[in-house]
């Protein structure tokens, strides 16, 4: 956006987006006008404030209305859940964030803008904000994953370059993750016709150290992506967290070469959470680096030969097979109802535990229980989210801490 004084690009959006069954269902704000520049400032320090993750920052914004409302409510909200003395990111750090971005030539995508990743915007825990370097309009193109392990086979790299080669030449972006092996052959082969790489750290912090070349060359001539602030290293946490934003970003997810307890098997995990297509490549049964797409195939993952298997599956594909809700996971054991004058926090947390619940059946849970409207079960699950006392897990599970 031309004399942009914080290097971000906006554009306001057509309609509300709402989030999928299951998870959160506060909608966006529907802006007629562009935000104000002090208001896209406060939806990335809203963004970076501690115990706001991007489920408790969708809520904050409908609530509230605008981000500069809800910082200013936010101290307030995190006393009520026992954390007094709360304050939001720190300004000059924010400021700092945009100057480095500015260096970098990079754009802001916010949550709720034309420009933001329509796929990824879909899903439950969708990033409030992403830095992103190049042609974001690649994004819009049909997008396939292609991912693997790090420690690929002769064959599989071969089949990665073929693969990703020929969906770029059918006019298929290329998503993965800048990893070694399987993901560094799939960016290098569809460099021509269009890749993009999620970074787990600021798009300045290039992880492995080796691939700083291509990741410069993704930035020119592809499309890099971060929903880290420059500066950040990656840390464990961050590598399955960008998983969910690779998948999100496609039509369809194809796994190469990926042990059964693997990254790349998250990835697939991610992607049937979020309704995507999940493909593999087939390997020897005594090789333990094709465990993980062997058992993909067994459970009714589609068989990959090539590109053609995978186009075949995309026009499938429409937009309201992107957005389907999930189903309800399987029932628990019944338990013992809580006594009735528990405080309604107390109720939420005696029907959670680390196995992720979808909010809609918690939701459906608590109403057997207590009769309370929905913005107060909404407000007492964020006082919760703020406290640290429960979680979203990828794909927008909630589990108890």
């Known amino acids: 956006m031309g004399g942009n004084s914080l290097g971000m690009e ?4 057509e309609e509300l987006l709402r989030v999928p069954d299951g998870m959160a269902e506060a909608p966006l704000p529907l802006f007629d006008l562009p935000p104000t520049q002090p208001e896209l400032f406060a939806r990335l320090r809203l963004a970076r404030s501690r115990r706001v993750g991007p489920v408790t920052y969708r809520r904050l914004l409908a609530e509230h209305g605008t981000a500069e409302a809800a910082l200013a409510a936010l101290p307030d909200i995190a006393a009520e859940a026992g954390h007094r003395g709360y304050a939001a990111a720190d300004p000059g750090a924010i400021k700092a964030e945009i100057r480095a971005a500015r260096k970098a030539g990079a754009r802001l995508l916010t949550l709720g803008a034309a420009t933001y990743p329509a796929r990824l915007a879909r899903i ?25 392990t790090r420690n690929a086979s002769s064959l599989a790299l071969r089949m990665a370059r073929a693969l990703s080669r020929d969906l770029a030449k059918a006019g298929v972006t290329v998503v993965s993750g800048l990893a070694r092996g399987i993901d560094t052959v799939a960016h290098q082969a569809a460099m021509e016709g269009g890749t993009v790489a999620v970074h787990a750290g600021g798009l300045d912090q290039v992880y492995p150290a080796e691939n700083a070349d291509l990741a410069a060359q993704i930035a020119a001539q592809g499309c890099a992506l971060s929903e880290r602030a420059f500066g950040l290293s990656p840390r464990a946490r961050d590598f399955p967290r960008r998983n969910r934003i690779v998948s999100g970003l496609c039509q369809a997810v194809v796994v190469v070469e990926a042990a059964a307890r693997s990254g790349s098997m998250i990835t697939a995990r991610d992607a049937l959470d979020q309704g995507r297509e999940v493909g593999a490549v087939p390997g020897h049964p005594f090789d333990g680096r094709s465990s993980g797409c062997n058992l993909l195939l067994r459970d009714g993952a589609t068989l990959v030969r090539g590109a053609d298997d995978v186009l075949e599956i995309l026009p499938t594909l429409g937009e309201e097979d992107l957005a389907a809700p999930q189903a309800d996971p399987a029932p628990a054991p019944p338990k013992a109802p809580p006594p009735a004058d528990m405080p309604l926090a107390d109720h939420i947390l005696a029907l959670l535990s680390p196995t992720p619940v979808a909010e809609d059946q918690l939701v459906r849970d608590l109403a057997t229980q207590v009769h309370a409207p929905p913005a107060s079960l909404a407000a007492a699950l964020s006082e919760l989210e703020l406290s640290g006392r429960v979680a979203r897990q990828p794909g927008g599970g909630i589990v108890r801490v």
């Open 10 to 13: 906006y554009d306001p959006p």
């Open 124 to 148: 439950g825990d969708a990033p409030p904000v992403m830095w992103a370097q190049g042609d974001t309009d690649m994004l819009a193109r049909p997008c396939v994953a292609v991912i693997g």
